[in-house]
């Protein structure tokens, strides 16, 4: 009832008030079937309005600006944001307009078309405009694959190239941008200086000729760059709200010139305008200096000179000295638009390069010049500045259709990025370039060729050759130019140190990380002062022409791989790869990388391989000291699909001998804590991996996967962190199983994927193996020798592990021995090899030992190492050791016949396994008091006492219960069988393994004590596995042979006879 305050017997949940608030907390969902799910994972109904509002910011620009608020939120409290209404035409059309009209168009696209002539021009704006056009259809795609917040081209390729890529291009892409501001600069100073207020000039150029004038220019260009430098980036430091809201009106100033301009052509088609140009025969002479384009003026008191006649002649007067091409030619004038349809157009198709200081001369105009004639009053002349050729147009003009980023740069503050940035970007380089080349052909067939080579208007009074052009006045176009360049220099100057904050903040690059703090607003202080110092890099160079192409190498190289990371994407097909912008191709973007790539040698190879080097320097640098990030980038994408290609064509068929290196497992134990207990082992990998191949290291755990899974993943650490200190690349793996010989069985089966097996085992010899407490040690060694064997591995095994030399020890001198006694293809022949292209064993020789049986000949056999070694080209030292048959000493027969007989008195008392293992393990406890020279012969009590010759005493040792009593034996041997056991004879094959293992030992012991590392085979395992005499008779004969070496490693290897007979000629 309820009045008694119980639950109702028919609740599930009776008292029980966690249930009662998890029934609460469940109630009404009807979803009982996924309660313990929905306490990890939300349910799909409570998550869909945060899964409507998905930013898809790319991963890392998150990270920042939530960092970024985190440390607003601590100064004060966030505003609101406002959300964003930005369109296409705002948004996006009228950036990019803004930031590709610039400079260029307006002081020197009218010397390109005179230089370049109207088809070479435009062949290159076509060029240029085709690239920016391939590169805004890829940076679409990418662009509408996720938000591209402030960083704009920098978020595109690191998120999709990764962080090295992304850093390098990042950084190239902001120091092309810093350029640029340094461009708009130089080019406002030059309006103002030549066609706005030459008597400003601090070096004044009149009287000077030559290099001194265009010193004097260009220290002007200095002086008055560093001067507008310094006060724009104050602009930009007091506030760069004050720049966004000019930025309308320098847009328009660019929107009114260009149509001032169109609207000066339709003019010439109806009235041309009268624009003389005065020139001698067939030269265009400075305005400047003169009044009149004449020699004589006819007056009422007769011919009197004009001033063009004083400055040739040395008089004023008739009979004066003129100059010679003065006085041959005549003084004529031309109109220097002669208008649309005039029919210039013809003249001015081709190109008429200059060389510096050549004339600029009008063809087809008759002039007479003497043979040997030498140019004299050079000043009076309009000549080439610079030498001019179509490669240095390409880099002059590329930077006039660079800006197609604005757009993307501004996503965050579009209402609909998804379909504004693909729209507005390819509009405004659709316009522009229509723009372009409707310019490069008006141009040509509205202006004389003379007037379009004279690069400052030297010839039409000193106006801006565009500007003669423009309706209604030059002004509007000098005055437009002039705003526009310096709106673009502080649209730069406020671009650039964004781009420098957002790379800091990434963290990619350490040494730029100061750059990423500022302002409390936000605002990147640090940032723009290194923006200020480079740009003012650009202001000393002082030449237009000489930074154009500088920033033209580094945009290029920014739009080469936002194509590059399209074409990968595309290619590649990731899941994550799906832009709502769908005319795009990889075949698109290829071509577009290719026009980048080929446009940045044509400008200038010098720029282009410096520019790589930058890049490339910038690259490796994040790679070796950047932050991690992972961002699943296209290169780790291409790298997966590049390995899987690689493994499947390994996997095709049997890899030659030429191939073969040395693939090593290297098999390593670990403690309790999961830490290495040979780190030695990783060092002598690092020494052998002279020879590169696969690397794993691996251990085992006994247990089960579900327990031990955290010992797991303590251990895979362990091994990586040891594997980066030892400098050993490569993989890890970890084997969980019920025991430690399955779990090292199914690491040995398992490692490994496709065609990149491994082909050699490397483990350490066991340790304390010798040990009662350690007996299974030397058994599961045992088995990982047949195993090796049956799957035609290599196995190497070092003893003394802790011996061997860490990676930062140095041998100066000493010898590496190797005893050749099996043939095994060569292996022992290629690990010394491979050991001293390691420094640590560089300065080692090398000597070979052989072994020489009774019926060869020691002197041939050295003979015919001598000369294999030399067709191997391995340098070293040869020697035969001859091991003539001797004496079986009784210290061999005793050793076997002990073994044997301890073997079979286990058997027939039937202990159990672990009595019987460790009763065999007193065999190995007297090997090391013994010795050949004293041999201990052990001979078994009878019951009076007396003592056997020949026989061996059988101790037998049983645990104790837990009352203390002696346990019973499992089973009782009969006295027949024991007494049989102590009439055996030892088996001669075994007598003879133990025999040569002392004497081999001896001879070693003998030529090689001093070495610093000594190599032999290791005896193959004996191929019956039952009794345990094998094992030990294996075990034994390994201790004799190796014991009193402090170092050595031992090949055991069957199958690389066939392989490698091949690998060292």
Known sequence: SLSDGNPKESSPFINSSEATEKSQQYDGKHMALFEEEMETSPMVSSMLSSLANYSNLPQGSKEHEEEADNEEEDKKKKKPVKAPALGTLMGVYLPCIQNIFGVILFLRMTWMVGIGGVIGS????????????????????????????????????????????????????YLGTT?????????????????????????????????????????????????????????????????????LLFLACVILSILAVYAGVIKTAIEPPDFPVCMLGNRPLISKGFDVCAKTLESGNGTVTTKLWKIFCDTPFLNATCDEYFSNNNVSFIQGIPGVMSGILKENLFGNYLEKGNLVAKIGIATVEGPDETLTNSNRYVLADITSFFTLLVGIYFPSVTGIMAGSNRSGDLRDAQKSIPIGTIMAITTTSLVYMSAVVLFGACIDGVVLRDKFGEGVNGNLVIGTLAWPSPWVIVIGSFFSTCGAGLQSLTGAPRLMQAISRDGVVPILRVFGHGKANGEPTWALLLTACICEIGILIASLDAVAPILSMFFLMCYMFV????????????????????????????????????????????????????????????????????????????????????????????????????????????????????????????????????????????????????????????????METEKVKGFCQVTISSNMRDATSHLLQASGLGGLMHNTVLVSWPRNWKQADDHQTWRDFIELVRETTAAHLALLVPKNIAAFPSNGERFSEGHIDVWWIVHDGGMLMLLPF????????????M????????????????????????????????????????????????????????????????????????????????TSPASPANPATLIPATEGGAQTPGSAEVQMTWTEKADGELAKPPGTAT?????????????????????????????????????????LNMPGPPKNRAGDENCILLSLSLSLTLRELPRVVVLEQTFIIAKMLHILP
């Not at 601090?202 to 030559?210: N, S």
């Not at 290609?645 to 191939?659: F, I, Q, S, V, W």
């Not at 009774?854 to 015919?864: A, C, E, G, W």
Request: with cysteine; glycine share 6%; aromatic share 10%.
């Open 122 to 173: 435009f062949i290159i704006v076509f060029m240029c405009c085709s690239t920016t056009m391939l590169t805004a259809i890829s940076m679409s795609a990418i662009a509408t694959n996720g938000v591209v917040p402030a960083g704009g081209s920098y978020y595109m390729i690191s998120r999709s190239l990764g962080p090295e890529f992304g850093g390098a291009v990042g950084i190239c892409f």
């Open 179 to 247: 350029f640029a501001g340094a461009m708009y600069i130089l080019g406002s100073i030059e309006l103002l200086l030549i066609y706005i207020l030459p008597q400003a000039a601090i070096f004044k150029m009149e009287g000077l000729e030559g290099a001194e004038a265009e010193a004097a220019m260009l220290n002007n260009m200095r002086v008055y760059g560093t001067i507008v430098l310094s006060f724009m980036a104050t602009v930009v430091f007091v506030g760069v709200k004050y720049v966004n809201k000019l930025a």
């Open 847 to 926: 000597r070979i030992f052989t072994v020489a049986q009774m019926d060869d000949n020691s002197i041939q056999m050295k003979k015919d190492l001598t000369t294999f070694l030399y067709h191997l080209r391995i340098d070293a030292e040869v020697e035969v050791v001859e091991m003539h048959d001797s004496d079986i000493s009784a210290y061999t027969y005793e050793k076997t016949l002990v073994m044997e007989q301890r073997s079979q008195i286990l058997k027939q008392i039937n202990l159990t396994k672990t009595e019987r293992e460790r009763e065999v393990q007193l065999i190995h406890d007297s």
């Open 834 to 845: 491979l050991l001293r292209q390691h420094k640590v064993w560089r300065k080692c020789r």
């Open 563 to 722: 194509n590059l990371a399209c074409a990968l994407q595309t290619l590649l097909r990731t899941p994550n790869w799906r832009p709502r912008f769908k005319f795009y191709h990889w075949a698109l973007s290829f071509l577009g990388m290719s026009l980048c790539l080929s446009l940045m040698f044509i400008c200038s190879w010098f720029y282009a391989i410096v520019a790589m080097v930058i890049a490339g320097s910038i690259y490796k640098y994040i790679e070796f000291h950047g932050a991690e990030k992972e961002w699943g980038d296209g290169i780790r994408g291409i790298s997966l699909s590049a390995a899987r290609y690689a493994l499947m064509r390994l996997d095709e068929g049997p890899a030659h001998t030429k191939n073969w290196r040395p693939q090593l497992l290297v098999l390593v134990s670990t403690d309790v804590e999961q830490n290495v207990e040979q780190p030695r082992l990783l060092s002598l990998t690092n020494q052998l991996k002279a020879g590169k191949g696969l690397t794993i290291v691996g251990t085992a755990l006994a247990g089960t996967y579900l327990e031990n899974h955290p010992q797991a993943q303590r251990a895979e650490q362990s091994l990586r962190k040891l």
């Open 975 to 1015: 006295p027949e069988g024991i007494k049989d056991i102590f009439n055996m004879k030892p088996n001669q094959s075994n007598v003879r393994r133990m025999h040569t293992a002392l004497r081999l030992n001896g001879v070693i012991v003998k030529k090689s004590s001093e070495a610093k590392l000594v190599l």
